[in-house]
């Protein structure tokens, strides 16, 4: 069993790190809030007084943070890659732009640490039940030495490439399920609107050259799948705001890139006005709104 | 058996009315194509002299035409509908705009004939193989009359709603395929460049929130899924000038049900472009083409 | 002095009317609106008492309509064309897409009669004080005949071309007029949020390469041109739904020519949802509530 | 007169050290490219060691770079922020992202340094002819100390709030610019493939609500508009490159902002695209071979 320091024991943290403590690992654990971190602490975890400490005398750290600066500032400068023990393995699972990735990757290994990046998805459920999919990069030994600790928070472990590529994976693929959202949104509202039952447009495109992940497990569309957040007031899940920073890093990804994405940067454009239209904090699902305004 | 009048028998039709003569059906065909018709008469059609002609002494007219312009032509004025011997029912398999459906549909009921519209997806292969989709609209007397035919010549019949209902969810449907497409490679192209392995994409995003049909069945970059038509030099399979065409259908839908597709609408301008650029009679898939152009 | 027949006279063509009033005119007059016709009658003009009424016995028809639709039903079958006198001029004012223009061209022309399509910009004020522009298509030798009369209603009278050309140019116009208030209304938005004066946003654009005749005429953000509607609560002005009436020509319009316009595609969704919305009846500038929604 | 420090001498800087020489400012000069350097130097500018040297013993200094790393790179860590005597402006006429402006700003003011943003419009002409526009961020005082050598270089001097502002203001610009290229293309190829004639639809739009600055002076389709770069071969002018370039500084800027920006995500997936093709070289009007590609 391994000794862990776990930063940013959140929404998505928390129960990854519980997880980890199921599993039989010593945890330390640090955040900013101290709700969350009390939380975890009654499940066995030892909190840890500073970022620094939570690095210190563990075999590996793992961060889970909301954005790039955020990683930025824990890693570097007088953060965790100066502050741990020689051979400590940093595993950072927050999704993160591409150039932050980098950025930390190359201080770590530059200070001899070994690390990955591996972000999730599968959303609080995924974690909570420990069936994430985990998009990782870096070294291949990194990656064999973190896999067992991953495989304790997740279902799918997989080696994406060299460092920062896990980002980048996670990245396109969820440019892609947020554009699939807004397609099928656009397709339903206006199947609808022309006559065509509900159910109908589901039970054919679901089974068509039109069908998507998202249609098949999450459809957009209040009832289909009674199971999904659509059918449930648009309780998340994951949260439309998420959905747009996502898209957000798709649209830097593409700079960085050099490539054109028309649908990435429309889907993108589409999401922040819904954002701002005050429903960040709804599931995905719920960009409907933006295509068919409800009448109140 | 029944007796068959088929107008347009060309790369869908043709393999169409071929499985309807394997069924034990007879039937006279009509295409402005001498050789296409020639083609099926060796199967064992009968010649007919007009689309009139096809009309005529028949149980059942099944038409498969390029545009509305030409259903209208075959039906409308001193067409079928005027040709037509009392009880005949009308299928029509074109994929065709949702006002000349209203128009056909209109015109048939008003002289007493049923009728259902029956646009099709599968393809040739599908059309060859006799397991097409058919998607119908039409009173659902003429459906459950239509039906033991479409099964002679499909694999799914699906009964859509009131007239002019097929074509809405075919449109619906290939709208969102054809948004799937270009998404699938707008993601893989960015994320290639940055220096992911194509495999590796596939590999995750087939598993994960940013899956679709198109992207395990259809591929659109050469290598991961063999059978597909970008891995077989983007021979079709179905022509980009047809995704176009089905996009254009679905920006004239969009217009009638007054509701918004921005991305409908970009993927539109993309295979407008992407056709004008020469591509038109290559498989969808060749989209790739617009966002990586090749070095050549 | 010229006797003429003008058939719809609302916002745009009773103010039209009555300029041809004040300028000597004989006018007959048509509305399915009894209160429209009950006031330019006020002015002089004589009560129709169908639309065949008003196309008998003048030397032209003026039409001025909501959409295709109503010209081919004014024009076609037993309207107009079938009820003139033989020599009677045609001139269609209404703004429509270019097939309904085509075919009212065409059946002018089959029965003998001379026609031109005369679409205005300038707006309800244009229309009051006699400053509108006529984009006209058509013979030379019937627009010839037209330009007098245009005179007493507009400034600026320009020969486009043949049948039809009128519209396109209109629609041309109308669709970069659309998009250069949804790209100002963008770059604004942007600006002020981090942290640049309106005023100053306007100064430096207005006099630099993003200028445009929006900006400086009718500046869809309010304060920096005072007479704007904009300025003035979004009272039209030109509608938002006129505006996405134009948009959606144009999009028809690229559908015919065969041409890509991505931001034109862009342009009428953004249109189509703030007319969703509720605004359809505010300036068209009132598009900046799609960007920046206001916090009540 | 001043004695100035001017670093980065390319086809933009060039002509604007000249320009500040012919005022009969001393210059100290210095460029990566030796031979940029020459040129400069026969006009009567000494040549510096390195960027550090540049900023000595001088009472102003002038950057004008590519990007904002350069600007970066050239200010930061050992830098002309620690090189320059005390008391020493920093005026820095690189087009960057807002980010990079920001953090150079506060690494000259930390140091106790008086310092402008004060990118520029009006391309290599305007460089070469004195007419540039000037768009201007930081404190009024140091605004007020740097007007005089700005009016040596440029024609408009326009101050446009603190530190950083005039790069927002020069990107709100520039992506309205951007838009205006691409929608006038838009129009005209639909327009002329409708069968209107260019010149036609030159003199309409340009007396019309669609007219903008691009199209009067800069008309991206050749002929109507002879000293344009389109009427040109499209030899810049303002490079393709640089407008990508300028339209993605403008999405950065939206993420930045938190408001969307359809239509300027719209026209740098284009531009990207057109980059791509191999026309960065161009004029930015040669955009319309996006739109409309030749038939070789």
């Known amino acids: 069993m391994a000794k862990i320091g ?11 790190a519980r997880n980890l403590i199921t599993a039989g690992h010593n945890l330390k654990v640090f955040d900013l809030s101290e709700e969350a971190v009390n ?24 961060t889970m943070l909301p954005v790039g ?6 890693f570097l400068n007088d953060g965790i890659v100066a502050a741990a023990d020689p051979g400590t393995l940093f595993i950072d699972s927050s999704t993160i732009d591409v150039e932050s990735a980098a950025a930390v990757h190359e201080a770590a290994s530059a200070a001899g640490f070994e690390m990955i990046d591996a972000p999730v998805s599968g959303g609080t459920i995924g974690a909570d039940q420990a069936t994430l999919t985990f998009m990782c990069g ?3 030994a990194a990656f064999d030495r973190a896999r067992p ?9 997989v080696y994406c490439g060299g460092p920062g590529k896990g980002q980048i994976v996670k990245i396109c693929n969820n440019m892609v399920a947020g554009i699939a959202n ?23 495109i679901s089974t068509s050259s039109g069908s998507t992940w998202i249609l098949e497990k999450a459809c957009p569309m209040p009832g289909p799948v009674p199971a999904s957040a659509a059918s449930n007031e648009f309780k998340p899940g994951f949260m439309a705001k998420l959905m747009l920073k996502d898209l957000r890093l798709s649209q830097a990804a593409s700079q960085m890139a050099g490539t054109p994405t028309p649908l990435g940067a429309t889907a993108t454009a589409a999401y922040q006005q819904h954002v701002n239209n005050g429903f960040g904090d709804l599931d995905q699902s719920s960009i409907v709104k933006l295509i068919e305004p409800s009448d109140e």
């Open 182 to 204: 807004l397609a099928t949104v656009e397709a339903f509202v206006m199947g609808e609107k022309l006559g065509v039952d509900r159910q109908v447009l589901f039970d054919v």
């Open 69 to 74: 600066g955020n990683v930025r500032e824990v």
């Open 6 to 16: 776990f930063i940013g024991v959140g929404n998505m943290g928390g129960p990854m």
């Open 39 to 62: 939380f975890i602490v009654q499940s066995g975890a030892e909190r840890a007084a500073s970022v620094q400490d939570a690095a210190k005398e563990v075999d590996i750290v793992v």
């Open 149 to 157: 600790i991953l495989e304790d928070m997740g279902k799918n472990i």
């Open 138 to 140: 870096g070294e291949k």
